[in-house]
C-alpha cells in the first residue's frame, strides 16, 4: 500500500508512502497530509513548537517515536487550515541512524498530531 486515507470529523488525513525499495532507515519517505474539508476555518493550539508526530513499530515493539527524539521548542503555536487548504508534514527520521539496516518484515507507521487533536493514521511497508 502506497496512501492510506483516514476522515474524522471535519479532517482528511493521508499518509503516503514514496519510497519503492525499503533497506535503511533513509530509505523511508512519508508524508502526513491534514486537509479541511469543512466550509469553515480550523484552529488547532499546541503548548510547543512541535505539532504532530510519528512511530514505526514492529511485531508491537517500537522502533522509532519522534516523540522521544525531536526538541520542541517551548511557545504556544496554531495550525490553521481555511477551508480546503492542506497542510503537509514531511516525515523525517533525521535523528535515528539513518544507515541502520531494518531486519525483514512488516513496519507500520504511525502519524498523528500532538495533543490527541486526530486519531492516529497508519500505513504499513515491507523490508525485504
Do not use: W
Request: hydrophobic share 35%; aromatic share 10%.
Amino acid at each position: 500500500m502506497r496512501s492510506s486515507t483516514k476522515i474524522t470529523d471535519n479532517i482528511q488525513m493521508e499518509l503516503d508512502r514514496e519510497s519503492e525499495e525499503i533497506k535503511r532507515m533513509k530509505d523511508v519517505k512519508l508524508q502526513f497530509k491534514l486537509k479541511n474539508i469543512s466550509d469553515k476555518m480550523i484552529v488547532y493550539r499546541f503548548p510547543s513548537g512541535c505539532q504532530y508526530g510519528f512511530t514505526v513499530t514492529k511485531n508491537q515493539d517500537t522502533i522509532f517515536d519522534s516523540r522521544e527524539k525531536i526538541g520542541c521548542i517551548a511557545a504556544i503555536t496554531h495550525l490553521k487550515l481555511e477551508p480546503g487548504q492542506t497542510k503537509v508534514f514531511p516525515i523525517h527520521f533525521k535523528l535515528f541512524n539513518n544507515n541502520k539496516h531494518l531486519k525483514k518484515g512488516t513496519y507500520k507507521l504511525n502519524a498523528f498530531l500532538l495533543e490527541g487533536h486526530t486519531p492516529e493514521i497508519s500505513i504499513s511497508f515491507k523490508v525485504e
